[in-house]
Nanobody, 123 residues
Framework: QVQLVESGGGLVQAGGSLRLSCAASGRTAENYAMGWFRQAPEKEREFVAAITQIRNTYYAHSVKGRFTISRDNARNTVYLQMNSLKPEDTAIYYC?????????????????WGQGTQVTVSS
């Protein structure tokens, strides 16, 4: 079992930055591929970024060049640095862990989820 707790969300103006954190407990996070997803009101949950066990990273086209995912295995924490934020980035952001090797952009292929953190970008 892995427990995930996100933090760092909030209200920011367009063009601003936020850094989300996802703290893992229960089992060593380094054994898991990690992902960030987001869900806006009345929309499906969508892939944002992923980082594998060997630190390969992948991004949705809509955030590439603006967001950076990273992991600190010593702290059992995954981060999502979000720069140049846009109003369309407004959503609840979820952290997820995948026990199988490698990345996935499909929510159904992740085994554990956090409770989410709200990000609101004002225009």
């Amino acid at each position: 079992q892995v427990q995930l707790v996100e933090s760092g969300g909030g209200l920011v103006q367009a063009g601003g930055s936020l850094r989300l954190s996802c703290a893992a407990s229960g089992r060593t996070a380094e054994n898991y591929a990690m992902g960030w997803f987001r869900q806006a009101p009345e929309k499906e949950r969508e892939f944002v970024a992923a980082i594998t066990q060997i630190r390969n990273t992948y991004y949705a086209h809509s955030v590439k060049g603006r967001f950076t995912i990273s992991r600190d295995n010593a702290r059992n924490t995954v981060y999502l640095q979000m720069n140049s934020l846009k109003p369309e980035d407004t959503a609840i952001y979820y952290c997820a862990a995948r026990s199988r090797w490698g990345r996935s952009i499909q929510p159904g292929e992740y085994d554990y989820w956090g409770q989410g953190t709200q990000v609101t970008v004002s225009s």
